[in-house]
């Protein structure tokens, strides 16, 4: 399919508000961005994929002891108002893509047809967890991807890498005002790093 591709990640509520059970510190400041950006995408035709926590209370992610490296508190639970994305972010109608294993060529199939948005759902911090990310992303085959959400330095991280190895011709852009870290040092240690990798950094009022 080719063309220019919107990647969002991870903007619930849970993340996103104050109040929610994982909050993303001042990533309620961003939301005007990712407004803007949602706002375009409507008016350009632009494609987005998103990704969403959608997690089960024995997810191996999820502990009452967490180290924030590997496991985290209980959030975006299954159904939960925290599980769902912000207002400014909502997707119309997407082609929702469940995290168990489905035939590559089914997955192929529905993306072929399905002239939408995408929301991809994990389990785990890392959008590659979902094994059908994979077939979903070789179906739309985007030339550029402009990622933004949060957090930065968890399941931002994630993606990024995850499509610099799998896609290393693709042109990859991360907004940085519409990204928060929970972790501010490494963020901005990420974002050099991603920059010397040829990773494009890029304000909302440039992409918009």
Known sequence: M???????????????????????PGAETIVPQLAALRRTALERGIRTVASADDHRPDDPELSAHPDYVETFPPHCLHGSPGQQRIPETRLTDPLVI????QPPEA???AV???????????????????PNAVPVL?????????LFGVALDVCDRFA??????????????????AV????EDQGES??????????RLVTTAQVT
Do not use: C
Not at 138 to 146: D, F, K, W
């Open 180 to 183: 928060k870290a929970i972790r």
């Open 138 to 146: 070789e179906e739309l085959a985007p030339e550029e991807i402009v």
């Open 160 to 177: 990024v890498e995850g499509l610099l190895v799998r896609w290393p011709g693709l042109r990859l852009s991360v907004v940085t005002d």
């Open 2 to 24: 080719g063309g220019l591709l919107f990647w969002d990640v991870d903007t619930q509520v849970d993340f996103m508000q104050p109040e929610g059970r994982l909050y993303v």
């Open 112 to 130: 072929r047809t399905h002239p939408g948005d995408i929301l991809l759902l994990k389990r785990r911090f890392d959008v590659f967890s979902n």
């Open 190 to 199: 990420l974002l050099r790093d991603w920059k010397e990798r040829g990773v």
């Open 98 to 101: 469940e995290p168990e294993p």
């Open 107 to 109: 997955i192929r199939a």
